[in-house]
């Protein structure tokens, strides 16, 4: 073996190396950042449907007779846990609760941990108007609670 096929890599060669694996990291960072906010923005969208989806199915079981209603109701689920802890199926209660989901999903943009499914979603009611929505004593819809803007311009509490 000569001497030369001995050596190792000079300092030149490794500085040279990681710089280039610096740079590649660096611009893959911004790039990995919009993936995950495009997950999350896949993720909101999916939840939001799948709520309303169920809020909806819960005020046509009350318009059908199956979930029973007070005349001062509006016929929507007083709270969002309704939807998958089940209520009782009025027409038929020899087949039990009526389940609207099989869990209530998180808000994807929520930081709190700590926070159950239910609170990380805001909570329109009934008598709410559309442009500056407030809980009451029914949940007609939800949204994020989220202060940021969506890669579409809108903030995703309009979502």
Not at 42 to 51: F, K, Q, V
Not at 146 to 157: A, K, L, V
């Amino acid at each position: 073996m000569s001497a030369r096929s001995q050596r190792g890599f000079t300092l030149i060669e490794l500085v040279v190396t990681v710089a280039i694996v610096s740079i590649l990291a660096l611009a893959a960072s911004p790039l990995l950042e919009t993936t995950v906010r495009r997950q999350k923005e896949s993720e909101l969208r999916a939840a939001l449907r799948e709520i309303r989806s169920a809020i909806d199915a819960y005020r046509q079981a009350v318009d059908d007779g199956k979930i029973a209603k007070k005349a001062d109701e509006s016929g929507y689920p007083a709270r969002l846990e309704e939807l998958f802890m089940g209520v009782e199926n009025r027409q038929d209660p020899a087949k039990g609760k009526i389940y609207l989901l099989r869990r209530l999903p998180r808000d994807p943009f929520s930081r709190d941990r700590d926070l159950n499914a239910a609170q990380t979603w805001g909570k329109r009611s009934y008598a709410s108007p559309p442009d500056l929505p407030q809980e009451g004593i029914d949940v007609f819809d939800v949204y994020s609670l989220s202060d940021e803007r969506g890669s579409n311009g809108i903030p995703y509490r309009e979502w």
